[in-house]
């Protein structure tokens, strides 16, 4: 039996029109590979990677700041209200084998440095330039769905 990878998808909650369409891509292309998409359940690019995801037939799972799984948006298959605040963003990588920034703001600043010190995969599409080769970057969606799905098998 194959392991289901868990992939997150980071990025902006105010995320611009190409964000967007980016983050859709990625979540339809993680779904059609089988994997489960993890973000933080709100609006922006968790929005749009979690509509790629369903509409695609894949399982997205949303870990809330706040405590009303409500507050999660319409994409979100599973929401876990975690009352953390930003902090849930520890539990998001640390739930994920890889992740995948889109854009970025500060929260998915905080996402890509938990990852990397934990030593969680990271590809950035289009978002920070930061590290010392720890985080490797794509050019497309499909290409930042490869290199994660890839990093989470060999890790």
Same mark, same amino acid.
């Given at each position: 039996?194959?392991?289901?990878?868990?992939?997150?998808?980071?990025?902006?909650?105010?995320?611009?029109?190409?964000?967007?369409?980016?983050?859709?891509?990625?979540?339809?292309?993680?779904?059609?590979?089988?994997?489960?998409?993890?973000?933080?359940?709100?609006?922006?690019?968790?929005?749009?990677?979690?509509?790629?995801?369903?509409?695609?037939?894949?399982?997205?799972?949303?870990?809330?700041?706040?405590?009303?799984?409500?507050?999660?948006?319409?994409?979100?298959?599973?929401?876990?209200?975690?009352?953390?605040?930003?902090?849930?963003?520890?539990?998001?990588?640390?739930?994920?084998?890889?992740?995948?920034?889109?854009?970025?703001?500060?929260? =998915?600043?905080?996402?890509?440095?938990?990852?990397?010190? =934990?030593?969680?995969?990271?590809?950035?599409?289009?978002?920070?330039?930061?590290?010392?080769?720890?985080?490797?970057?794509?050019?497309?969606?499909?290409?930042?769905?490869?290199?994660?799905?890839?990093?989470?098998?060999?890790?």
């Amino acid at each position: 039996m194959t392991a289901v990878a868990y992939v997150a998808v980071c990025g902006p909650g105010q995320a611009s029109d190409d964000e967007l369409g980016r983050a859709e891509a990625v979540g339809a292309g993680l779904a059609r590979a089988g994997a489960v998409l993890v973000c933080g359940g709100l609006g922006g690019v968790m929005e749009a990677a979690c509509q790629g995801a369903v509409q695609a037939g894949g399982t997205t799972v949303g870990l809330l700041p706040g405590l009303d799984r409500a507050a999660a948006n319409a994409f979100v298959d599973v929401a876990i209200a975690t009352g953390m605040g930003e902090l849930r963003n520890g539990l998001i990588v640390r739930t994920a084998d890889a992740v995948i920034a889109v854009g970025g703001a500060w929260g =998915t600043l905080s996402e890509i440095a938990l990852a990397v010190k =934990t030593g969680t995969p990271v590809v950035a599409l289009g978002s920070w330039d930061v590290g010392d080769g720890e985080i490797v970057r794509a050019g497309s969606p499909e290409e930042a769905v490869e290199l994660a799905l890839a990093a989470a098998a060999a890790s």
